[in-house]
């Protein structure tokens, strides 16, 4: 499964639970953030791992502390560039896996704590 069809997969799930897509695949110089959106008046970060079968575990293992270390980076490059720096915000991870079978979509909500590294 690509990238790509991994993060198409993750919008329309996220869509139909409430958020509000604003961006995809933002990049700057520090790196991307898969998604950006709104639930309610929170702003989510959102990184999208997608895997073909879950057998050395499931894919959101693969955002350990150093990817969330970067996509926290890129979050605070985000907010300054759009001058939100007060809006309220966080951090999902969404775990599919897509078999031939069926596919699994995991959401995990404020999967960890950011805004603690300043740029």
Same mark, same amino acid.
Request: contains cysteine; aromatic residues 10%; glycine residues 8%.
């Given at each position: 499964?690509?990238? *790509?069809?991994?993060?198409?997969?993750?919008?329309? &799930?996220?869509? *139909?639970? !409430?958020?509000?897509?604003? $961006? *995809?695949? +933002? #990049?700057? %110089? /520090? !790196? $991307?953030? @898969?998604?950006?959106?709104?639930?309610?008046?929170? /702003?989510? +970060?959102?990184?999208? #791992?997608?895997?073909?079968?879950? /057998? +050395? !575990?499931?894919?959101?293992?693969?955002?350990? &502390?150093?990817?969330? $270390? #970067?996509?926290?980076?890129? %979050?605070?490059?985000?907010?300054? *560039?759009? #001058?939100?720096?007060? =809006?309220?915000?966080?951090? @999902?991870?969404? !775990?599919?896996?897509? =078999?031939?079978?069926?596919?699994?979509?995991?959401? +995990?909500?404020?999967? &960890? @704590?950011?805004?603690? &590294? %300043?740029?």
């Amino acid at each position: 499964m690509t990238g *790509q069809e991994g993060e198409s997969i993750a919008v329309s &799930f996220l869509v *139909q639970n !409430g958020y509000k897509i604003v $961006e *995809q695949n +933002f #990049k700057c %110089a /520090l !790196g $991307e953030i @898969d998604l950006i959106a709104w639930e309610g008046e929170t /702003l989510v +970060f959102i990184e999208v #791992k997608a895997r073909s079968s879950a /057998l +050395f !575990g499931g894919p959101e293992a693969a955002v350990g &502390f150093r990817k969330q $270390e #970067k996509i926290n980076r890129v %979050a605070l490059m985000y907010l300054q *560039q759009k #001058k939100r720096t007060e =809006t309220p915000c966080r951090f @999902d991870v969404v !775990g599919i896996v897509k =078999t031939k079978e069926e596919t699994t979509i995991t959401l +995990f909500r404020n999967a &960890f @704590d950011g805004m603690l &590294f %300043a740029l």
